[in-house]
């Protein structure tokens, strides 16, 4: 089993910054592209921002030179940094991985249980 834990959510006011972390653990062959996504009130889940395990990295346009996601392939780590958030960044954001494990044998997509993002003065 593969599990992928976030953390670094909270309140903040506009204009402020947070750092969200994602952890990917258990029977882990390797992994792929892992990516930040969000889901706000009322709206679908949408890509934040991915990062294959080589290559260039993607953003949404709404984020873009305000947001900075990173990996280490090494820990199977991932961080998402976001600086000037607005009230629109308010949502849950959730970590997104594809791996593949050892045990069982198979490759597939995991998420994170979210974590809450609140943007408010």
Same mark, same amino acid.
């Given at each position: 089993q593969v599990q992928l834990v976030e953390s670094g959510?909270? /309140?903040? $006011?506009?204009?402020?910054? /947070?750092? /969200?972390? +994602?952890?990917?653990?258990?029977?882990?062959?390797?992994?792929?592209?892992?990516?930040? &996504?969000?889901?706000?009130?009322?709206? $679908?889940?949408?890509?934040?921002?991915?990062?294959?395990?080589?290559?260039?990295?993607?953003?949404?346009?709404?984020?873009?030179?305000?947001?900075?996601?990173?990996?280490?392939?090494?820990?199977?780590?991932?961080?998402? $940094?976001?600086?000037?958030?607005?009230?629109?960044?308010?949502?849950?954001?959730? +970590?997104n991985a594809d791996v593949r494990s050892f045990e069982?044998? /198979?490759?597939?997509? &995991?998420?994170?249980?979210?974590?809450?993002?609140?943007?408010?003065?």
């Amino acid at each position: 089993q593969v599990q992928l834990v976030e953390s670094g959510g909270g /309140l903040v $006011q506009p204009g402020g910054s /947070l750092r /969200l972390s +994602c952890a990917a653990s258990g029977s882990i062959f390797n992994v792929y592209a892992m990516g930040w &996504y969000r889901q706000a009130p009322g709206k $679908q889940r949408e890509l934040v921002a991915s990062m294959p395990s080589g290559g260039t990295t993607n953003y949404a346009d709404s984020v873009k030179g305000r947001f900075t996601i990173s990996r280490d392939n090494a820990m199977n780590t991932m961080d998402l $940094q976001m600086n000037s958030l607005k009230p629109d960044d308010t949502a849950v954001y959730y +970590c997104n991985a594809d791996v593949r494990s050892f045990e069982p044998a /198979l490759r597939r997509t &995991y998420w994170g249980q979210g974590t809450q993002v609140t943007v408010s003065p």
